[in-house]
């Protein structure tokens, strides 16, 4: 007898298994007991009639509590009425651990509850089906950027120095000096595309962000790609190719957890269609205008969530915002050709208000205008000068960009809050667990 995942359940219909499991639910009759069970893999449903076996096994499935782990060994059938499309026939249980008044009931919990208990909350259905999705999202990324001739470069968590400025920068201690916690690899794999040509970076990064929103971490998971010999238009496709990619491989591989969140698939279709819509901050300002929804919006701020979110829903696509006020942008973005108010970038808006999940320009190339920039930004010019030196020895035109996995992840699933995108989420205020 094989023992197999219930994800294998598929190809051993009528054959007899062994299954290791947790117990998610149950309920019994005097006669038959339902046994909602889950390994991981997927959720599914044992069987266990009375008159088919011992007493034993069936007073055990009559009494056996939530998240109790166990063998159960018995026939795979199909069963077109559930969701998953198989169950199993119980013969045997062994139980493996015991489990004793388990916190997450059935019933409605609070969100803090559910957080304090994050730990076991993963176990639930909708967060499984989260984080399988997100794991798909990984998978495809590493696939896509591999097939596009990318190499992974892996940028340093702990910095000496801060490329976005310094107010919501996490100070440690360095032995006897400073260092931050990286807020971006950015710069790190500018260096990296000058030295292999097109590369990309997924790793963590830290924020103290200090407002409470429903899309921002403090540690979040960002994707970090540039390319040398890379203008911004050519970026802005890559970009699109990409997101498209992603939405793609999540509606083939995904399937079962889509259909577990409830997720639109014709939606999540309509974002495979390329191109994006290009729009200019300029003409962003004025459609936010023309609405008469936002009297106080001006040339020169930054938009916030209700902005984009209408932004976005003008388009019912994911939407690049192109060239943004200058005063706004990271020192490190490429002046504009004819224009000194603004610099060539974009940020993908993505519909249905969850709003930037993409910020990316190209890159400014020369040593002396990078200097003048890092120092009007109030930076140590001392901190930057291996990265002035990526302009002293040929320096090529490059674009790249910063997708947030989490924020991607919120979107494709259609959750509420970024903080279901993650497996331990990292707010304002919590660490725990
Ligand atoms: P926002 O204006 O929403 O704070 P940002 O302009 O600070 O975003 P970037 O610095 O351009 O964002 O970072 C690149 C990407 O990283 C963003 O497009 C977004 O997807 C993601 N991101 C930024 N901050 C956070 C955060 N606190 N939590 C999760 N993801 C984030
Ligand atoms: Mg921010």
Known sequence: METISI??????????VKIGVWLTNKRSSGKI????????????????????VSDEVFQLAKEVKQETSMYVTG?????????????????????????????ITPKEHGTDFLMDHRHLWLRSKRQFA?????????????EF??????????????????????????????????????????????????????????????????????????????????????HQEESLEIQERYIAYLVQNV??????????LGRDKDVLKRYTELPYPRISYDEAIKMLQDSGKFPEVKWGEDFGSPEETYLAEQFNKPVFV????????????????????????????????????IGGSERATDAEYLEEQIKNAGLNLDDYQWY??????????????????????????????????????????????
């Open 251 to 260: 509606l083939d591989h995904c399937d079962y957890e889509l259909d577990i």
């Open 388 to 433: 002035l030196d990526l302009r002293r020895y040929g320096s090529v035109p490059h674009s790249g960009f910063g997708l947030g996995l989490e924020r991607a992840v919120t979107w494709i699933t259609g959750e509420d809050h970024i903080r279901e995108a993650i497996p331990f989420p990292r707010l304002l205020n919590r660490i725990y667990p």
């Open 322 to 357: 192109m060239n943004y006020p200058k005063a706004i942008k990271p020192f490190y973005m490429k002046p504009h050709p004819t224009r000194d108010d603004v610099v060539i970038c974009a940020d993908l808006l993505a519909p249905e208000g969850y709003g930037e999940i």
């Open 75 to 103: 026939t795979i059938h199909e069963d077109s009425r559930s969701h998953f499309g198989y169950e199993i026939e119980i013969d045997d249980i062994e139980v493996v651990g015991e489990s004793e008044n388990y916190p």
């Open 145 to 230: 950027f591999n097939d596009e001739g990318f190499t992974k470069v892996d940028a340093p968590i702990l910095t000496g120095s801060a490329p976005e400025g310094t107010t919501e920068l996490f100070h440690t201690k360095y032995f006897d000096r400073d260092a931050y916690l990286s807020q971006s690899g950015q710069l790190y794999e500018e260096a990296g595309a000058m030295a292999y040509g097109k590369v990309f970076s997924f790793g963590p990064t830290f924020r103290a962000e200090k407002s409470k929103t429903r899309r921002h971490l403090i540690e979040f998971w960002m994707i970090e790609p540039e390319m040398a010999f890379m």
């Open 33 to 52: 007991a339902f046994l909602q069970l889950r390994d991981g893999s997927a959720y599914f449903q044992g069987v266990v009639v009375k008159n088919n």
């Open 130 to 142: 989260i984080m399988k999705i997100r794991n798909e999202m990984i998978r495809a990324t590493y």
């Open 7 to 16: 994800i294998d359940s598929k190809n051993h219909v009528n054959e007899k």
